[in-house]
């Protein structure tokens, strides 16, 4: 408003490095990653990091192992709805180059063409040493204000909604949710017969 | 009126920064009970500051703004209420019972702006955070019952003032069962396992708080660590004496003096809470309803009918 | 003519010639006018209170007298305002001139109870007042009615048995000397000497008074009637039902005590700091407050839910008058005004509710929020005023009355109260949740606001309900006024008991200061953007407005599971039961006795012969 938040960017940089907070979204098999990362070994909490369940108030997202269709239309909801600025943080080999599933048919091959990363950690599950050289990276991306994956998203928003829509179909947002209703409705028919 | 509204603005700023730290010292001590080293203690404040700067906010309509406003402008009513030590700004006026109902408006003022998001978790956190506080009623107004009969007057300040002759509260029989009860029901208005049931994070999405972010989400903590120094310094003066110090011959000094008491009889409850918290898992609903209506009931009556007497 | 025979007696001939000329423009003028000349004269009124008005009608061989004081003012106005506004709103709700004429006897008939000078009077306008509401609720559903009548009439019946024992034993109908003989009747029971009334008849005709008015004021066993007769009539009417019907029976309690108190005290004795009978009364009272409002956080019909709450807030009122002291009078004096303002808006917000939309049951509604924003508002107030919430005028009369109970040293009624309080959020929650939030079902799409009368009577009662609760030492001078001392002290803003004291004014302005601060961080971030209501996080599976997420039925699950065992504890089936039974006793006599056989009558004319020929005569 009236007050220039520029001459504050050393401070709140800071503050976004010190305390970001995980969305609580464990993709694939590098789920597994996380508890070793969160408990007493290999504590992440003393560098502010929290997993938290609600993408509205978290920041970092976690992609950690192989995604398929059925998971990216979910991971694509839930990164719209965090607030900027966000960060992507890819773990695993399979987000970058699909991995050990490079000749699957339904794992996607290029993460990065539906969603911007800002680091990826290679390693077909990189161990927490590995996990935390990635957090110190991004730590620093976000310091010198070069994590920019949000406003990449922002800019280029025709770019990868053409992709994922080349992938999904159009409209795919209201086909599956139109699916999963009838077989809820179906329930909810038989609950109120009985 | 300029010394009123300069006090009211120093109580509001010590009990915001006193209220971050004290969220801080929570998660400090659970990371140490768990054997890791845990966040530097001024950590909420990083994360306010985080959550203020977001550069993009979201909002569900008109009440799901004015209902966080509303909250943290309830907390800070609740606030001037309270004295601390020889300074308060409205202490002739601090009933309580008056101080007992603007402790629970927030909660109200944050379901509506939860409730306004159409989110079915922030339906069922609201049916579960109003269940607990239901459950909660009952041993709470019969401690509070217990006090006023035992004190004959309703005015927090002239508790205080009471037990600066009498001796702490908890000295007494039927206050020191009301005590044990009062703090049971701290458990809950903390929000701290096992009674945590209202955010149970990871099992609906962290409740009536899912669909808050950014700046939402920001003011909400500062009003969480207002309302946890708030809660506290009720405890501490009610049942453990406040703090009256008239030794030194400046107010100034005494002040000072009389803040660093409360600021140990605070942290004193904190650590009681947090210690009970990082041990216990979470009561389901009904098992925490029908435990706050059984034992803290039955010894926050005993306390109320011995003090009655 | 005299100005209380016009406030009695107008609202009852507008309603006959609102039925005779049945044009749909002019009943309702003729309808609006019958409410708003008793109002009109009220205001009037209150420079003469001290005058002692007085109005006797002869009718050959007894007489009805009205007398207006100080108390009955009190009780007139909130009559007077409450019925004005749910006439007002009955404009737009109402569906033909029976509804007009029942409804208008009913104003007619509650006000000459409450200025009625001697206990036919009382008696005689009490019945006008129970039938012209049986009709209203006749008029929608016959079981209810049913219940609520046979209910009233068992009420109505032990009132004349008293009124005859009082009779027969004084002679005189008369309120200030029946006042004066009970008087006399207990310092002579104080010193031993003989009295007119013994022992058992005096609790006897406690315990029939309290039958009459607790069945009316709907106290814990005899509150049955209540939840079907408040929801299954017209809703605008339901606000004058139950926010100044009820309170006939509330000035029925306060007539026993002015009456027969010192009596009653002396007679049956005391408990801790207050008397016998009233702490009877005030226990009653707190089982109301729990019961109405734990049953009201379980139903799932909207009318059922706040007929229910109306029962709880009445035992507030009970609990107060049961008390006894000149404290406790005033602060349940006080929770009658505010619960009559309160729960009349929250009528007519369900009466608006119901007309708009069409649907009554809480899994039909949804997302009325954009809809309907002034209706909206109106229940936003009401809603802070209910759960008691400062600087509105519920918080004031709650604070007076818990103060009152815990100063006499009762803590289980001081425990009582307080869980009243927080079962009032607990109820107004699911209210909101279900009929404002969420999702909107789409034939539910183009409901438009409140029709202009109905709008005009909420912000009337909205208005007082802000005011007051502002300035609640307008009410606290009224009631000083009528006890004669000043029990309340304070000024305008300030309420001051002694040992506790309350500043609304100060209140507000550090809420408004809060909010100002709170704005000011709020606007210091970045802007926002409205996201619709299918942009919610559902653990990142997308959302359509067609499914409903809102969880409308069976809210608080939890509550009726660990209240099992008690909800099977109902008085309700109570009475159905004797009901039952004594239709299988008349089944029994139909079959043996009256069994329509020509030859066990010829028996029967034989013995009764034979036994009076053997009696001698």
């Known amino acids: 408003m009236m007050v220039d938040w520029r001459l504050y960017e050393p401070l709140i940089n800071f503050a976004r490095k010190r305390s970001m907070w995980i969305v609580a979204f464990c993709t694939g098999c590098g789920g597994i990653e996380m508890p070793p990362l969160m408990t007493s070994r290999y504590d992440l909490e003393r560098f502010g990091m929290m997993p938290n369940p609600a993408p509205r108030m978290a920041d970092l997202f976690l992609i950690t192992g192989y995604v398929t269709p059925k998971t990216l239309k979910r991971i694509i909801i839930t990164y719209e709805m965090q607030p900027d600025p966000k960060y992507v943080l890819a773990h695993g080999s399979c987000p970058l180059n699909g991995g050990i599933y490079w000749d699957g048919y339904n794992a996607i091959k290029h993460l990065d063409k539906y969603i911007p990363v800002d680091v990826a950690i290679a390693g077909c599950m990189p161990r927490p040493e590995a996990v935390m050289d990635g957090i110190k990276k991004m730590m620093e991306l976000i310091e010198t204000g070069k994590a920019d994956g949000w406003k990449r998203y922002k800019e280029n928003y025709e770019y990868y909604k053409k992709n994922q829509d080349e992938l999904f179909g159009e409209g795919w947002r209201e086909k599956t949710a139109r699916r999963w209703i009838p077989w809820l409705m179906n329930k909810k028919k038989e609950g109120d017969r009985q | 009126m300029i010394e009123t509204a300069l006090k009211a603005l120093l109580i509001l700023i010590y009990a915001t920064f006193v209220g971050f730290m004290f969220m801080g010292i929570i998660r400090i001590v659970t990371a140490r009970i768990h054997r890791r080293v845990g966040p530097p203690i001024y950590q909420p404040i990083l994360d306010t500051i985080k959550l203020l700067s977001k550069k993009s906010n979201i909002t569900h309509g008109l009440i799901y703004d004015f209902g966080v406003i509303y909250a943290l402008g309830a907390t800070i009513l609740a606030l001037m209420f309270i004295p601390i030590g020889s300074i308060g700004v409205l202490r002739a006026y601090g009933d309580l019972v008056l101080i007992t109902f603007l402790l629970e408006i927030p909660m109200l003022g944050i379901m509506f702006a939860a409730m306004s998001s159409g989110n079915p978790y922030a339906g069922i956190g609201a049916q579960r955070a109003l269940l607990t506080m239901l459950a909660i009623q009952v041993p709470l107004g019969f401690a509070i019952v217990a006090l006023a009969e035992f004190y004959g007057t309703f005015s927090t300040y002239e508790i205080v003032m009471a037990q600066q002759t009498m001796g702490w509260s908890i000295i007494h029989l039927p206050l020191l069962l009301a005590a044990i009860a009062y703090d049971l029901v701290l458990q809950a208005m903390f929000g701290k396992e096992p009674f945590d049931i209202m955010i149970a994070p990871g099992e609906i999405s962290l409740g009536p708080m899912v669909e808050f972010g950014g700046k939402h989400m920001g003011i909400l903590q500062i009003q969480h660590a207002i309302a946890l120094f708030a809660e506290t310094l009720f405890f501490a003066n009610i049942f453990l004496g406040g703090a009256v110090v008239t030794a030194f011959s400046s107010p100034i000094l005494n002040t000072i003096a009389s803040l660093a008491i409360l600021l140990v009889k605070q942290i004193a409850v904190l650590l009681v809470a947090t210690f009970m918290g990082a041990i216990f898992p979470r009561f389901t609903i009904d098992q925490a309803a029908k435990f706050y209506w059984k034992w803290p009931t039955i010894i926050a009556a005993l306390g109320a009918i011995l003090a009655s007497l | 003519m005299n100005e209380l025979a016009i406030i009695v007696f ?32 009220t205001a009037l009124l209150y420079q003469k209170t001290g005058e002692g008005l007085s109005f006797a009608l002869n009718l050959g061989v007894f007489k009805l007298t009205f007398a207006l004081n100080t108390l009955s003012w009190f009780f007139l106005g909130i009559g007077a305002l409450v019925g004005f506004s749910a006439i007002l709103a ?125 069945v009316k004021a709907g106290m814990f066993p005899l509150h049955v009637w209540a939840p079907d007769a408040y929801s299954e009539t017209n809703q605008s009417y339901a606000a004058m039902f139950s926010g100044v019907l009820s309170k006939a029976g509330v000035y029925g309690f306060i007539m026993l005590y002015i009456l027969m108190g010192t009596r009653l005290a002396i007679e049956i004795g005391g408990f801790r700091s207050t008397t016998k009978f009233g702490y009877i009364i005030a226990f009653l009272g707190g089982l109301t407050i729990i019961v109405g409002g734990l049953l009201a956080a379980l139903q799932e019909d909207i009318r059922k839910l706040f007929a229910y709450s109306s029962i709880s807030q009445v035992g507030y009122i009970l609990v107060g008058i049961g008390v006894g002291t000149a404290l406790s009078m005033q602060a349940a004096l006080f929770h009658a005004l505010s619960h009559a303002l309160f729960k009349g808006l929250f009528f007519l917000i369900v009466a608006t509710i119901v007309y708009r939309t069409g649907k009554t049951s809480f899994a039909d509604m949804g997302g009325l929020a954009e809809k309907m924003p002034f209706t909206f508002a109106m229940a936003f107030v009401a809603i802070l005023s209910l759960a008691g919430i400062p600087p509105l005028v519920g918080f004031a009369s709650k604070w007076v009355l818990f103060e009152a109970v815990i100063s006499q040293n009762l803590p289980i009624l001081g425990g009582m109260v307080f869980f009243g309080s927080a079962i009032g959020f607990v109820y107004l929650i699911r209210f909101t949740y279900a009929v404002w939030f969420g999702q909107r079902p789409t034939d539910l799409d183009d409901t438009k606001d409140a029709p202009l009368p109905m709008a005009i009577a909420m912000a009337i009662l909205a208005l007082f309900n802000v005011v007051l609760g502002i300035a609640p030492g307008l009410v606290a001078r009224e009631l000083n006024k009528i006890f004669g001392k000043e029990v309340i002290g304070g000024n305008l803003f300030i309420l001051d008991l002694g040992f506790g004291r309350y500043n609304a004014l100060a209140i507000l302005i550090y809420l408004i200061v809060g909010i100002i601060i709170a704005g000011i961080i709020y606007f210091l971030g970045a802007k926002v953007r409205k996201v619709p209501v299918t942009d919610t996080y559902q653990s990142g599976n997308p959302v359509t407005m067609e499914y409903n ?69």
């Open chain 3, 10 to 41: 107008v609202p009852l001939i507008a309603g006959a010639l609102a039925w005779l000329i049945d044009v749909k423009g002019i009943r309702e003028i003729i309808g609006v006018l019958g409410a708003a000349i008793p109002l009109g004269y």
């Open chain 3, 549 to 617: 997420l809102t969880i409308r039925r069976n809210f608080f699950l939890p509550l009726k599971e660990a209240l099992a065992f008690w909800l099977r504890i109902s008085f309700d089936k109570l009475y159905r039961d004797i009901g039952a039974w004594v239709e299988d006793l008349a089944e029994v006599l139909r079959n043996f006795i009256y069994n329509g056989n020509t030859q066990s009558y010829a028996w029967y004319l034989a013995i009764v012969l034979l036994i009076l020929a053997l009696w001698g005569v």
């Open chain 3, 90 to 214: 009955l404009v737009s709700t109402g569906k033909d001139s029976y509804e007009w004429l029942f409804a208008l006897m009913s104003l007619s008939g509650v006000l000459g109870v409450f200025l009625a000078n001697d206990l036919l009077t009382f008696f005689i306008f009490w019945e006008i007042m129970t039938f012209a509401s049986f009709m209203m609720v006749l008029h929608y559903n016959r079981a209810a009615s049913l219940k609520y009548f046979l209910l009233s009439v068992f009420g109505a019946y032990a009132m004349l048995i008293a009124l005859g024992m009082i009779y027969a034993k004084l002679g005189t109908f008369d309120f200030a000397q029946i006042q004066q003989a009970m008087y006399q009747d207990a310092y002579a029971a104080a010193f031993g000497a003989d009295t007119v009334f013994s022992k058992g008849e005096s609790a006897l005709i406690y315990l029939l008074f309290l039958i009459a008015f607790g």
